[in-house]
């Protein structure tokens, strides 16, 4: 698969979002990167930053949040192009879920991990 293919799946898992939710991101990046750091070589996605719920009136001026989905784990982690877009889906959902103020465990339990 292409990184033109891979990103394309990464903005069709966020065109699927809700657009009453996805009005509601703020500040935040969306990156496709091909590796993560060598210490966590099977991450398939990352957030970075401050979540809705944890920011205040202090919360200005700052850079975006940062959402990256790495394409390298992800496919080496599936074998099809329907597991490949299905598990872009879920990576998406859940580092935007994260962006919003949901943990793992409260992810996991979503069936979102």
Known sequence: MTRDEFETLVADALDQIPPKLAAMMDNVAIFVEDEPDPAS??????????????RGEWYAGVLPDRIIIYMGPTLRYCETYEQITDEVRTTVIHEVAHHFGFDDHELHELGWS
């Open 41 to 54: 070589p099977d991450l398939l996605g990352l957030y970075e930053g401050t979540p809705l719920t944890e």
